[in-house]
């Protein structure tokens, strides 16, 4: 993959070259805001750069002239002129020697990668090949997932919210009756559990790998409100594995713990266990529960139906992801699915790195 570093630094000497006052601290504040978007959107680039790099409101029509010539992207709004300007002449600061073309081969090159990685993140997981499985899998391990968040029961001291007459009579008895300030308090925001349970049957294995690796980035983002299952023929719980720093160990200890990797499936009886042995005892109480899975059950169908139920009783939401929902024409008539449905808050796709990312917005938005 190509280092975009020099692509964006090479974007702020053109800034700088247009008249932008891009010093040291406005091209670092830059790069940090980069590291946390998507290199491959141009609207997050754009606003990133405009947030960071522009110094007044008269810089804004030199930094969409110039975002436009670098990336040869149109800017997400186009600015209403109010007077007439003079159009400001953008030249393009060159990364290394004047006279090189490197500069050149190495922002096309930028722009070749970035239109890859976003092509890639729209394949179905299951058709890719050697080399773009690879390159998924180091893209998911630079995944930063927040976590849900929900509401504490308990009150804590607050610079607003529901007066705190306790703190106030204390304050008032140490300024001998005078009450020198109120006092409040809130609840504040806590992260909410998320439980993933990870179909690993033979039908699902195209997508285990990925699926698992998804589960290893919420787990290291929020290890202490995110739990992973596999179930397949048996339930296996992972969490403890999935909370190594690297990718790779993780994957490994995750691989040595499942027995039952493509194997057949059991959905009614492992979710059945996972209510009775953890579920039922809060691990599901008021979690946002995620069943990943094609919903192909050689078991009883009406146990998964009777286990739903029970499972949605007990979570905040249950959301079904099934690989193949992101198809056209797909239908849920599998056994499983189809008597899961009704006990399931929402279907979601799951076949590709852009569906998964839409799953967190969904998962954050319970």
Known sequence: MVDPVPGLVGFAAALRAAGLPCDVQRVQAYLG??????????TQLYWAGRLTLCAEPDDLPRYDDAFAAWFAAKPPQARQKTTQRPRATVTMAALTEVGSSSGERETTELKVAASDTEVLR???????????????REMMATLHLAPPLRRSMRLR?????????????RAMRAAGGEPVRLAYRDRRQRPRRVVLLIDVSGSMSPYADALLRF?????????ASTEVFTIGTRLTRLSRQLRAR????????ASRAVPDFAGGTRLGETIRVFLDRWGQRG?????????????WERGDASLLGEQLARLSRLAHRVLWVNPHAGRDGYAPVQSGIAAALPHVDALLAGHSLATLEDLMREVRRA
């Open 33 to 42: 805001a980069v590291a946390e978007l998507d290199v491959a959107e141009p």
């Open 122 to 136: 729209h394949r179905d997981i299951s058709q890719l090949t050697a080399a773009e499985r690879e390159q998924l």
């Open 157 to 169: 001291p607050h610079r607003a919210g529901r007066l705190d007459p306790g703190r106030i009579l």
């Open 215 to 223: 589960g290893h980035a919420l787990v290291r983002s929020a290890p």
């Open 246 to 253: 690297d990718p790779r160990e993780a994957l490994v200890a």
């Open 283 to 295: 691990l599901a109480r008021r979690a946002v529960v995620v069943l990943f899975s094609d919903g």
